[in-house]
């Protein structure tokens, strides 16, 4: 009951600061929503190397929010300073160059850990971060309509999920053993969910899915229900592919520091997966 109230609360008070986020403050490319989204990422990729360190791959937790945050640095910075050719791979280049080099003047009792310690910060850099990278890179559509509907849809989809699990899946859990108490009706309810949601935002906001050129208007509710059903799928597998990462190194959450949802990463997992798969296909079917 406890746990239900928490997540009841993170999703009255997180809905709408979302959409404040989002719709009030798109200045320079919604700078305010990249900042946080820098931040989030950073705390995922320390949450991510602690959980490393019981493979003993190790990385110091400074070292880590600091090569999390790179890549949608980067994005942000290419945002805000305009499009340039060098500053994006400027950035990542230096922390990958760090990760490398940084390491090669260690006491010789240390050399047999500089291989996890590059593992590490190859990892956090990677995961959260070149995930994320795409929700920044959304910024550049000038569509905040967009971001929302990638973000609600994701949102949608692990609500849905979760009810419908607690509703129905006591007779269909396990079948995934990186997650045992998830449920196909858990999946598929999210799924659906994520569908119904995207038409209902086809219908009431067709804007979102056109470009400045007219189009059909079929196409608007075909975009919303393809970028749903992928949304929904891959926001289920970057749920799953977390929880396959806490159950290889023994962890229930990734933190504590989000009510209701354990650790941050715990509440970026799904977006994070999804969110190059939102941008692509946005991409090729709207832009």
């Known amino acids: 009951m406890k746990k239900l ?12 600061a979302v959409f404040a986020l989002v719709v009030l403050l798109p200045y320079c490319n919604h700078l305010v929503l990249n900042i946080f989204v820098i931040f989030f990422t950073a705390a995922g990729a320390v949450e991510f190397s602690i959980m490393l360190g019981k493979k003993q791959i190790r990385i110091p937790k400074a070292e880590a929010f600091i090569l999390g945050a790179l890549a949608p640095l980067a994005a ?25 080099i940084s390491r090669i003047f260690s006491r010789s009792e240390n050399m047999e850990n500089i291989v996890n310690y590059i593992i590490g910060g190859f990892s956090v850099m990677v995961y959260p971060g070149f995930f994320t990278f795409w929700i920044v890179k959304m910024s550049m559509w000038n569509n905040s309509g967009a971001i929302l509907l990638f973000l609600f849809l994701v949102f949608s989809n692990d609500s849905a999920a979760w009810l ?19 449920s196909i009706s858990g999946f598929l309810g999210g799924i659906l969910v994520s569908l119904l949601f995207a038409g209902i935002a086809a219908l009431l906001f067709p804007f979102i899915f056109t470009t400045n050129t007219a189009a059909p208007s079929s196409f608007p509710l075909l975009t919303a229900l393809i970028l749903g059903l992928f949304t929904g799928i891959f926001a289920t597998l970057g749920d799953l592919a977390e929880s396959a990462i806490k159950r290889s190194c023994d962890f229930k959450d990734s933190g504590n520091s989000v009510l209701g949802r354990g ?14 798969v939102f941008f692509l296909l946005f991409t090729v079917l709207v832009k």
């Open 5 to 16: 109230i928490e997540r009841l609360l993170i999703f009255i008070l997180g809905i709408p």
């Open 263 to 276: 650790g941050v990463l715990d509440s970026i997992d799904s977006i994070a997966v999804a969110a190059p």
């Open 76 to 100: 942000t910075l290419n945002l805000v300073l305009g499009p340039t050719q060098w500053i994006a791979p400027l950035i990542l280049m230096s922390g990958f160059g760090w990760v490398l």
């Open 164 to 182: 419908f699990g607690s509703l129905f899946g006591k007779n269909n859990r396990g079948i995934i053993q990186a997650s045992p108490n998830k």
